[in-house]
């Protein structure tokens, strides 16, 4: 699977737009500062027209706005439902696709050279996207399959198999956990949220009632200690 450098363009900038948020822990797009840090590695300039421009709490919010509903895109449950979402964004941003050259080179832009920044942005986010639901299908369109990762992604693997954001991080998190679930399972040890395997259910409840009850447990004519409950 490739994307030509517009559709890889977008692609990334929507993925990594809408990652910016990372769950519990800091948000790229917090303040001022990191919006123009996310702008800058992306080689997007604030203003078409004024490109040293400040970033006011009114774009920054309609970013910040603009980031969710890239989200919702990946959330919906069907090709169809997520074409109608990506047709609303594209309308919403009123993409007018032109040839532009400056840098010495012809460009697309999406949007007039006016529009606002939340607004240009959109239209290269939701264009890129819409081209890899066309060229390839929504299922290619994924959120990380790792249990404390919510990152979404675009799989450009030949078989369509990749499953986490990040394969070092994610995936290699993922493969060891699952290693050692079949160890502890192998081995006949529950982990923290599954049952007791079967003949280790009396020893459970034995040591719980140790805890409550003290060193000594007298269950009928029998009395328990710890070593009693570990030995059998």
Do not use: K
């Amino acid at each position: 699977m490739e994307f030509d450098s517009y559709d890889n363009y977008g692609v990334q900038l929507a993925t990594e737009l809408v990652n910016s948020a990372h769950g519990d822990g800091p948000d790229e797009l917090a303040d001022a500062p990191g919006l123009r840090s996310f702008l800058a590695r992306h080689e997007f300039t604030l203003s078409m027209e004024s490109p040293d421009a400040e970033v006011t709490p009114r774009e920054l919010a309609a970013v910040r706005r603009l980031r969710q509903r890239l989200r919702a895109v990946f959330d919906q449950p069907d090709a169809e439902q997520a074409a109608a979402a990506l047709n609303g964004l594209l309308a919403e941003a009123g993409t007018l696709p032109q040839l532009t050259r400056h840098d010495g080179s012809w460009h697309f832009h999406y949007t007039a050279a006016g529009a606002p920044l939340a607004a240009r942005l959109l239209a290269e986010a939701a264009i890129g996207l819409a081209g890899v639901l066309r060229a390839d299908g929504y299922p290619r369109m994924l959120t990380c399959a790792a249990d404390d990762c919510a990152d979404v992604f675009v799989d450009a693997s030949r078989n369509s198999s990749r499953r986490f954001c990040n394969p070092a991080t994610c995936g290699n998190r993922a493969t060891t956990a699952a290693y050692r679930a079949r160890q502890r399972a192998a081995a006949g040890t529950p982990t923290s949220d599954e049952a007791p395997a079967q003949g280790t259910e009396d020893v459970w409840q034995r040591e719980r009632a140790l805890m409550r009850e003290g060193p000594h447990l007298r269950v009928g004519d029998v009395e328990w200690t710890r070593d009693d409950v570990h030995d059998r």
